[in-house]
């Protein structure tokens, strides 16, 4: 069984290898570059003193947008490892089943004195266990060469606008820790109960990409972020020259919002609130017109409002409880599809 799982998958098994080595490639002898932006903008120091993280934080931005190579390395090992699930679901999960219904092998190969239970629990035992690996390596990498970005993203300061996204972001949480173990052996799962239902290859791998795109989009909207209940912070919502803040008119709708400062974190929900708590959508003071007011007037007339800003987080230390229940939750869903392929093979596929 071991011998003919890796004459059946040695293609995939030698593609899998090659792109393991051509990321080796990129990313250990780049690894130096994060650190040493991160080091060159002063945030060592402001991590030890939190304090001065402003223009340490505003250099850093700057030397990311100088230079392009280690954005495009952040951008790339994010994509990478956010396709991995989909592409293991089509390569390697979709052929371990189908290929032998499809070309009707099945009939010869269950009859050779291997039970179908057998025949299957081998199988996915040894590409579950590649799909493992490779999954877990090409993590470990990416995630270590980006540890100083994230590091900074976690610093006061690093949830500006010109920062990379932190590693509670939602893109981004998928693709570094543990995460992409889970997310690899759930998008095998899919792609081997795919390709038991359908028992055509083409229409599974169809099927594979469009299960996995939707639940990957699902779970950072509607699961994620209630793993456990957000932090509440209320804040006042007082505008003037030297803080910062965005007001916005639609018609005789206003919105308005000060930053939220939660490094770190991942921020679910910011809303305004009236006096009395209810949720403000204006209308604007007239003062706001630009035919009737100046913007320190409308400013002024905003805060003689006494507004609330209401924003629901989760804290940046928050991040690996996380990630270990993504990952325990999508290895369980995983053993739970498996075990219901073994089932459904057991009870017989029709000639």
């Given at each position: 069984m071991i011998w003919l799982t890796w004459r059946q998958y040695r293609a995939q098994a030698w593609t899998a290898l090659a792109a393991l080595a051509?990321?080796?490639?990129?990313?250990?002898?780049?690894?130096?570059?994060?650190?040493?932006?991160?080091?060159?903008?002063g945030l060592p120091a402001c991590a030890d003193t939190a304090t001065g993280c402003a223009q340490a934080q505003a250099a850093f931005a700057a030397s990311l947008r100088a230079d392009s190579t280690v954005t495009a390395?952040?951008?790339?090992?994010?994509?990478?490892?956010?396709?991995?699930?989909a592409l293991l679901g089509m390569f390697a999960g979709v052929p371990l089943v189908a290929r032998e219904l499809e070309s009707g092998s099945f009939r010869l190969t269950w009859t050779q004195g291997v039970t179908r239970t057998r025949w299957l629990t081998v199988r996915l035992a040894l590409v579950g266990a590649s799909t493992l690996l490779l999954s877990g390596l090409l993590s470990l990498l990416v995630t270590r060469w980006a540890a100083p970005l994230d590091r900074a993203a976690a610093l006061p300061g690093g949830d500006g606008e010109s920062a990379l996204p932190g590693r509670f972001g939602p893109?981004?949480?998928?693709a570094h820790g543990l995460a992409p173990v889970g997310w690899a052996l759930f998008g095998l799962a899919v792609g081997v109960a795919a390709g038991l239902l359908l028992r055509r290859q083409v229409a599974a791998m169809a099927v594979v990409l469009a299960v996995l795109a939707a639940v990957q989009i699902a779970v950072p909207l509607l699961v994620r972020a209630h793993?456990?209940?957000?932090?509440r912070a209320d804040r006042a919502v007082a505008l003037a020259p030297d803080r910062p803040g965005v007001i916005r008119i639609e018609g005789r709708r206003l919105y308005v919002s000060v930053p939220v400062s939660a490094p770190g974190a991942w921020v679910v929900s910011v809303r305004t609130l009236t006096a009395d708590g209810r949720p403000f959508t204006g209308p604007a003071p007239d003062v706001c017109r630009p035919d009737v007011g100046s913007l320190a007037q409308?400013?002024?007339?905003i805060d003689a409002l006494h507004l609330t800003q209401r924003a629901e987080y989760?804290?940046?230390?928050?991040?690996?409880?996380f990630q270990w229940a993504e990952t325990a939750a999508l290895a369980l869903l995983s053993a739970a599809v498996a075990a219901a392929c073994t089932v459904r093979l057991r009870r017989g596929v029709p000639a």
């Amino acid at each position: 069984m071991i011998w003919l799982t890796w004459r059946q998958y040695r293609a995939q098994a030698w593609t899998a290898l090659a792109a393991l080595a051509a990321a080796c490639a990129v990313y250990l002898p780049s690894g130096h570059r994060p650190a040493d932006l991160y080091a060159a903008a002063g945030l060592p120091a402001c991590a030890d003193t939190a304090t001065g993280c402003a223009q340490a934080q505003a250099a850093f931005a700057a030397s990311l947008r100088a230079d392009s190579t280690v954005t495009a390395l952040f951008h790339l090992g994010t994509a990478l490892l956010l396709i991995l699930p989909a592409l293991l679901g089509m390569f390697a999960g979709v052929p371990l089943v189908a290929r032998e219904l499809e070309s009707g092998s099945f009939r010869l190969t269950w009859t050779q004195g291997v039970t179908r239970t057998r025949w299957l629990t081998v199988r996915l035992a040894l590409v579950g266990a590649s799909t493992l690996l490779l999954s877990g390596l090409l993590s470990l990498l990416v995630t270590r060469w980006a540890a100083p970005l994230d590091r900074a993203a976690a610093l006061p300061g690093g949830d500006g606008e010109s920062a990379l996204p932190g590693r509670f972001g939602p893109p981004v949480f998928a693709a570094h820790g543990l995460a992409p173990v889970g997310w690899a052996l759930f998008g095998l799962a899919v792609g081997v109960a795919a390709g038991l239902l359908l028992r055509r290859q083409v229409a599974a791998m169809a099927v594979v990409l469009a299960v996995l795109a939707a639940v990957q989009i699902a779970v950072p909207l509607l699961v994620r972020a209630h793993v456990a209940a957000p932090v509440r912070a209320d804040r006042a919502v007082a505008l003037a020259p030297d803080r910062p803040g965005v007001i916005r008119i639609e018609g005789r709708r206003l919105y308005v919002s000060v930053p939220v400062s939660a490094p770190g974190a991942w921020v679910v929900s910011v809303r305004t609130l009236t006096a009395d708590g209810r949720p403000f959508t204006g209308p604007a003071p007239d003062v706001c017109r630009p035919d009737v007011g100046s913007l320190a007037q409308c400013r002024e007339a905003i805060d003689a409002l006494h507004l609330t800003q209401r924003a629901e987080y989760q804290p940046a230390d928050r991040y690996w409880p996380f990630q270990w229940a993504e990952t325990a939750a999508l290895a369980l869903l995983s053993a739970a599809v498996a075990a219901a392929c073994t089932v459904r093979l057991r009870r017989g596929v029709p000639a």
